[in-house]
């Protein structure tokens, strides 16, 4: 960050934590709301164990498969589904005339416990999401796979879709009512030619990616989820389009990981002269968001990153974890050609 972390094995006890705290409070200065702008987006979670420690972490996004199979006897082939239609032993047509939704990216016949859209809303009620600086606070992009031609005639699972997507809309609405704007959901993956379905989700965002720069979905917000290499992306970092500037949603690229690659695809979002987006700029990030926080430190002043080598055996170094509340104190105790021994001590604020 510009600041070096202080030398804590070379102090006097006594003055360790106040060390800490003014070496924190220095790194927080030095951290501007154009830094504070970067962030990930939690990209794949359908398995929804992950997403305590994901919002301990700072997730404000998370993306989710919605997974279409128009089979009823494949519906009736998970455990999970299946426990919780009323009546088990009615035949599959009858329990699942349209088909379901199962949240996973590619559907194998070997998963019988995949999580459904009701353990979607369970977890939504069950989590408490809040942020006193972001509203909303948490933002569910659905994408959809195996996703029928929603306004063709020809293709007759599409009103199987469309009314599993009706029944899940009414569902979740009721379901986060008493959230307020807290929960918001964007629809991914439905396509700009697709204006049949436009309004009939009217509370309900929509992804843009770049395909059409006039969009169909002119009565909802938009959020820009797209290829960060694209053509279109460099228009909106230079700010072409007005709407995107004022979108309640965070720009999102797909899917720079490696720290390298992130700080290409953040830096032009630190340069004064683009403009700064009040949602934020986010990566669409399937790993550890821990790892996202060590890699972009450099850029975001928000965390730690510093070189484990020789020049620095048996140093010290801290990071402040505003979502806990904590500061984490690592000190590497050993070093070696295949393993690097450190220990951290975190301490409660």
Known sequence: FGVPPPQLSMLPSGNLLFAMVVWVACTEAHSSPRQRSLYFESHGRNDMRQWPADGKKGARYIKIDF??????????????????????????????????FLLTHSYCNESV????????????????????????????????KNKPLLCSQNDTTAPKWLALLDEFYASATKAVAGLGPNVAFVLDTLEWTEGCVVGRWPKWASTWTGENTTAAFTSAALMVNMEWESPVWRMIVR????????????????????????EIFFSPFLNDSTPVHRAGVMTAYNGDP?????FT???????????????N?????????????????????????????????????
């Open 297 to 311: 430190a450099n850029l975001t002043g928000q965390h730690s990153n510093f070189p484990v080598g020789s020049s």
């Open 239 to 262: 700010g072409a389009y007005q709407w995107a500037i004022e979108s309640p949603f965070a720009y999102v690229g797909w899917e720079p990981a490696l720290q390298s690659r992130l």
């Open 313 to 349: 055996t048996k140093g010290s170094f801290s990071t402040y974890v505003d979502a806990w509340g904590v500061l984490i104190v690592c000190s590497v105790l050993r070093q070696g050609a295949m393993k690097t021994t450190i220990e951290c001590t975190a301490l409660a604020r």
């Open 67 to 100: 997974n279409f199979q128009s089979d009823p006897w494949t519906c009736a082939h998970q455990e999970r589904l299946l426990a919780q239609v009323p009546d088990s032993s009615l035949p599959p047509q009858e329990l699942f005339p349209n088909g379901c």
């Open 290 to 294: 821990s790892m996202f926080h060590v």
């Open 113 to 144: 416990h995949l999580n459904t859209t009701a353990d979607l809303l369970a977890q939504l009620v069950g989590l408490v999401w809040t942020s006193p600086h972001q509203s909303p606070s948490l933002v569910l992009q659905l994408c959809f």
